[in-house]
């Protein structure tokens, strides 16, 4: 009995915002006006439920001790050898995620509502969100991978449809495109990847795919390490798959442009929850990437490069949406970098605590900006800490947490990472991870300093209402203590390196860097800012080119238009008008072209014709004497 | 039964134009009425349907016809055929309700050749005689070509013509080969016959099937069509009014893919394992082309045309792959391309009718002005390019699945195609839709449409989320369709 109690519970979850969505889309679609109270009490209470729901998920779960829970619902597809259900798999890891999924997703509707009070499109905006929300809970609880895929989908889509919200600038619409077609591609190698998976080893379902993988191919010792068998395919498809998904080089680029939608929505969706579904993939399917060295070797590669590439980016860049979408594509790098290690839990960890700050980052950016009139340059702001503390207060805690300053929630988790990358003996990986964290804190604390401290610019003209404010404040408890119980993460991964043991086993000395080199950074932030050195132009700095080039992002989306938009549409345009069709129009002109000099024979003119008459007799006389 | 279904349906079409002379309001109500009543001899098949208990036919019945030829009116359901017949109806309702205001003018003759060319369709999909098989492949078309010829827009004669020319030359190959069948089975066994069953257990000389193989195959993918003989259909499309447009891409394509489930891969197994590879090339690359057609056009019918032959390009793919679920996929992709497709078409006829214009470039901000239009447009849209939960993605997976194993190389290039569906998918959203408004205010949908889409959303849905009675349905077709080229 107890099991179908916990399946109903897992169901609600699901079920709950995906039914305030339709019923708020149906009151659209058959002009039933909804004031906005109403539709709050829906969209947000329905979440509300559904967090409490995975209040109730977590207690029952308990009694499980980290065992799966499984439950399947209703059959899909059944075809053959081919069968697919609805089903859902609960285990620690898909725990986290639904938690995270709907404690942050509670907090940024909640957030939302004061957000959007002026917005024509209030309803519709939530009814993307809860969209959302179902199908990323979807995403993390299903069993089988054509479920996941429908998750993966379905988030893709909501991202679209919120990123061009206010789709009358066409701007928002070609970001939304841009994200929409970018994540897809790595979508159509995450369903090759299926297609493969079920061809090898003849099922769907996530658990038995990576039994049926751990039997059939053994981690071999003794052959050549990084070979590309098909394990090793099948993983690096699925990691395609991610890196689409989660913004990694070389698919990061819609993500900086995806700021074009409301910022709940870059904080929930393109921070907290969907980008993080790559990481999440890849930790599903962790026992299939242990059996591949080669695919390991291409997360943590594709993490470190992505962490350096945006981090370095973001120390240029002036608006501050896109400051934080860099940074989020360079901590995403990070749990890459975790998960190439084999640091499952950490890289879970750092999942968490990231969903946490920069939530925080980028509801108290939205924040900041609401009660600015839209102004989103860190240039034209500063001196804001007297007149905005509170905002001040969660941009500090959100901050200190993204550069990892000791005792904060990312110091934790990003700690873990490192000293999982030590224990691997990966020094180069660990090399770049501590040059990023010093990147990290000095680009997060220029944002802090350039809004914050110096002179006054601008005046804020609107008061904060209650709604904004609550879940702000939870969430800046939640990045400054929500890194202190990691030990409940530890039971996610068996096989995995254990997180609390090896703290006292690296010298001391590496383990004083981590502290410093954060630390070393602010400082150095803050002697610059005091010379006033920091500067929106590209003309003062020492290497204005390099500036530029790091400002567009090292150049890459330039790259990608150069070598595959532009000439995709050129091609298109050279064939507008079907070659083929031109073909068979040629038909039709020979034909009549025939026709027409046939129709010259026929002139009326009786001279002509006697001639031909006996012109032909000859021609046929002759041909019948000498033929034969 | 069968017969009395194809009745109702003629007996409809005259009455409807004869009642145009009382008054013009009163053909598309006999229209109404003579497809829903044509439901009524399909109810007991339909309760009956899925407890198949190993029998070819759900139902099967033949009257004597041409005796001298021994030609007979041999007419016969199976999972398959009951499946695309309920699709022709139902689309049929929808095309009418998307005439509902368009046709006014010669109200009676646009539905007198409606009905006939439903008729005709339905024919088509039951028929096992091959010589009624062709007859109805004839009445289907004629009609067809009147309704573009005369109804069309700005140019339709040449739309009409090329569209008769193309179905023409594949329906005279058809003939031939039809010729050739029946003759190369008289001259072994002595007996005359065009009835299915008994052709179906003759076995031909490699060559001459080769070639009696390749006159139906080219007829039926002129048909549903894969390039590169698919130009007729763009122009047909663009020129056709709303209704015919429906019918065109619902149900008329559908009958090439019913084509080569039910006579080529059946009749000639080895030949069309041979030629395999090769047509699933054609696929391919028809699936691609399809796509970077679509993603070119600016007229917004002429992109959903082209994104049709991409879709159709993976009916023919899962035929080809000759596995029980990709054969099921082709199944599930035709049903659920005919809906979407259909719902497409009588949108952007509902565009088209408000505002005159099917150009990309002068449409713009639709959202605002017509929230609940946009709104449906984009679900279906979003249902081409295939979202999962919709019936689209579970046709293109399956198809995908079940050729996976059967060709890799080419299953990946048709992945691709997904990626060319967003990107003409997102261009139509991008283009009509989003932007800043540049039309003049005008009334949404009405209840006559809402009920129309909404319907159609939830057959979407539905066959997305439990498409499992269809597959069951589908399976003893798919069992004979494959048992003869599987291993």
Same mark, same amino acid.
């Given at each position: ?57 977590? !207690? ?70 809860? =969209? ?6 979807? =995403? ?44 897809? !591609? ?56 991610? !890196? ?106 750092? =999942? ?5 700050? *920069? ?54 988790? *990003? ?47 609107? *008061? ?77 700095? %020492? ?12 150049? !890459? ?40 000099? =046939? ?27 000498? %033929?034969? | ?43 007991? /098949? ?92 004839? /009445? ?30 594949? $329906? ?53 069509? /894969? ?101 099921? $996929? ?64 579970? $046709?293109?997976?399956?198809?995908? /699945? ?9 299953? #990946? ?5 997904? #990626? ?68």
């Amino acid at each position: 009995m107890q099991d179908h109690y916990l399946a109903n519970l897992l169901m609600l979850v699901v079920l709950l915002p995906l039914f305030s969505a339709c019923l708020l889309m149906l009151s659209a679609l058959f002009s039933v006006k909804l004031s906005k109270t109403s539709v709050t009490l829906l969209a947000v209470g329905c979440m509300a439920l559904a967090a409490i729901l995975v209040l109730l998920v977590g !207690i029952e779960y308990s009694d499980y001790a980290g065992q799966s829970f499984s439950y399947r619902y209703a059959n899909w597809i059944e075809i053959g050898q081919l069968r697919l259900s609805f089903g859902f798999y609960l285990d620690p890891l898909s725990l986290v995620m639904i938690a995270i999924v709907t404690g942050v997703g509670f907090l940024i509707h909640l957030f939302s509502i004061g957000f959007m009070q002026q917005d024509a499109d209030f309803q519709r905006f939530f009814i993307y969100l809860n =969209l959302f929300i179902s199908a990323m809970l979807t =995403l993390v609880l299903a069993d089988n991978l054509l479920l996941l895929f429908l998750g993966w989908e379905g988030v893709g889509l909501c991202s679209y449809l919120l990123i061009g919200f206010w789709h009358q600038q066409p701007a928002n619409i070609l970001a939304a495109n841009k994200a929409f077609i970018m994540t897809r !591609i790595g979508d159509a190698a995450l369903a090759i990847a299926l297609l493969l998976l079920f061809l090898l080893l003849g099922s769907l379902n996530i658990q038995e795919i990576q039994l049926k993988a751990v039997q059939l191919w053994p981690l071999d010792d003794n052959a050549s390490q990084y070979r590309l068998d098909w394990v090793s395919i099948c993983a690096l498809l699925l990691l395609a798959g991610a !890196i689409g998904k989660s913004g990694q080089f070389p698919l990061h680029t819609w993500l900086p442009d995806a700021m074009a939608g409301p910022t709940p929505v870059s904080a929930l969706i393109h921070a907290a929850t969907m980008v993080t579904a790559g990481v999440y993939l890849i930790a599903r399917f962790y026992q299939l990437f242990n059996l591949s060295p080669l695919a390991m070797l291409a997360v943590a590669s594709i993490g470190a490069i992505t962490l350096i590439l945006a981090a370095t980016a973001a120390l240029v860049q002036s608006d501050l949406k896109r400051i934080l979408a860099y940074s989020t594509i360079s901590q995403i790098g990070y749990m890459f970098l975790a998960l190439g290690a084999g640091a499952y839990s950490a890289a879970v960890f750092h =999942l968490m605590t990231h969903a946490f700050f *920069k939530a925080l980052l980028f509801l108290s950016a939205g924040a900041l900006v609401y009660s600015l009139g839209h102004q989103q340059n860190i240039f034209r702001m500063g001196g804001l800490a007297k007149k905005t503390p509170f905002i001040c207060a969660c941009f500090l805690a959100g901050c200190a947490a993204l550069s990892a300053l000791p005792f904060m929630s990312g110091y934790f988790s *990003k700690d873990f990472i490192l000293e999982s990358l030590l224990q691997q003996q990966m020094y180069g990986f660990w090399a770049i991870a501590i040059i990023g964290a010093f990147i990290t804190a000095f680009y997060s604390f220029r944002l802090f300093f350039l809004i914050f401290c110096g002179d006054c610019q601008l005046n804020p003209d609107k *008061k904060l209402p209650t709604s904004m404010i609550i879940p702000l404040a939870l969430l800046l408890l939640l990045s400054v203590f929500g890194g202190i119980m990691p030990a409940v993460l530890n039971v996610l991964f068996e096989g995995g390196p254990a997180l609390l043991a090896s703290v006292t086993n690296d010298s001391l000395a590496l383990h004083l860097l981590t502290i410093a080199t954060p630390i070393s950074a602010v400082l150095l932030c803050w002697l610059i800012f005091r010379k006033h050195s920091f500067s929106e132009r590209f003309n003062s700095s %020492l290497t204005p080119r390099f500036k530029y080039l790091l400002f567009m992002g090292w150049g !890459i989306d330039r790259l990608q238009e150069k070598i595959f938009t532009q000439p995709f549409i050129r091609l298109c345009q050279a064939n507008k008008n079907d070659f083929i069709d031109r073909l068979s129009q040629l038909l039709s002109h020979i034909s009549q072209y025939g026709h027409r000099q =046939l129709q010259r024979l026929q002139n009326g003119k009786l001279r002509w014709y006697a001639a031909s008459l006996i012109l032909s007799a000859i021609v046929a006389l002759l041909s019948i004497v000498l %033929l034969r | 039964m069968l017969l009395e279904l194809i009745v109702i349906l003629l007996l409809g079409a005259v009455i409807a134009w004869i009642s145009d002379s009382i008054d013009n309001r009163l053909p598309k109500w006999i229209a109404v009425i003579s497809l829903l009543s044509s439901l009524y001899p399909l109810h007991p /098949i339909i309760m009956a349907g899925s407890s198949s208990d190993g029998q070819a036919w759900l139902v099967s019945e033949s009257y004597p016809w041409i005796e001298r030829f021994n030609i007979s009116l041999y007419l016969a359901l199976d999972g398959l055929s009951l499946l695309l017949v309920l699709l022709s109806l139902l689309m049929g309702l929808v095309a009418v309700l998307c005439a509902w205001k368009e046709i006014s003018f010669r109200s009676g003759f646009f539905y007198f050749n409606l009905l006939c060319s439903l008729a005709g369709t339905i024919g088509v999909f039951c028929a096992l005689d091959l010589f009624l098989f062709f007859v109805f492949w004839e /009445i289907m078309l004629v009609p067809m070509y009147l309704l573009i010829a005369i109804w069309g827009y700005e140019n339709r004669r040449y739309a009409a013509i090329k569209f008769f020319l193309f179905t023409q030359a594949g $329906g005279l190959l058809m003939l031939l080969s039809i010729c050739a069948l029946v003759l190369l089975h008289y001259q072994n066994s002595g007996e005359l016959t065009f009835n299915y069953d008994q052709l179906l257990q003759h076995q031909l000389s490699e060559s001459s099937a080769f070639w009696v193989m390749l006159g139906f195959f080219i007829a039926f993918i002129i048909k549903l069509p /894969i390039v590169p003989f698919h130009n007729w259909l763009p122009d047909a499309h663009t020129q056709a009014p709303t209704a015919v447009s429906v019918i065109l891409a619902a149900i008329l394509l559908k009958t090439g893919g019913y084509g080569l489930l039910r006579f080529v891969l059946p009749l000639f197994p080895s030949a069309s394992a041979e030629i395999a590879p090769y047509v699933m090339a054609l696929a391919a690359f028809s699936i691609i082309y399809g796509g970077l057609m679509a993603f070119s056009q600016q007229d917004l019918k002429r992109l959903v045309a082209y994104s049709s032959i991409s879709h159709m390009g993976f009916v023919l793919f899962g035929c080809y792959a000759m596995t029980q679920i990709a054969t099921h $996929g082709a199944i599930m992709q035709m049903l659920a391309h005919g809906v979407s497709s259909a719902a497409l078409f009588a949108l952007v006829g509902a565009i088209q009718y408000r505002y005159h214009t099917r150009d990309l470039n002068q449409l713009g901000g639709l959202w605002l002005r017509l929230p609940k239009l946009s709104a449906l447009l984009l679900f279906f849209v979003v249902a081409s390019l295939g979202l999962p939960g919709l019936g689209n993605f579970i $046709g293109e997976f399956l198809v995908l /699945i079940g050729s996976f194993s059967a060709m890799p190389k080419l299953t #990946i290039i048709a992945v691709c195609g997904l #990626i060319l569906a967003a990107i003409y998918g997102l261009k139509i959203a991008q283009k009509a839709l989003f932007g800043p408004v540049k039309l003049a205010p005008c009334a949404d949908v009405d209840r006559r449409e809402m009920a129309m889409f909404v319907g159609l959303a939830l057959l979407l849905l539905w066959m997305g989320l439990h498409p499992q009675p269809l597959l069951d349905l589908a399976q003893q077709s798919v069992n004979l369709i494959t048992v003869g080229v599987e291993l």
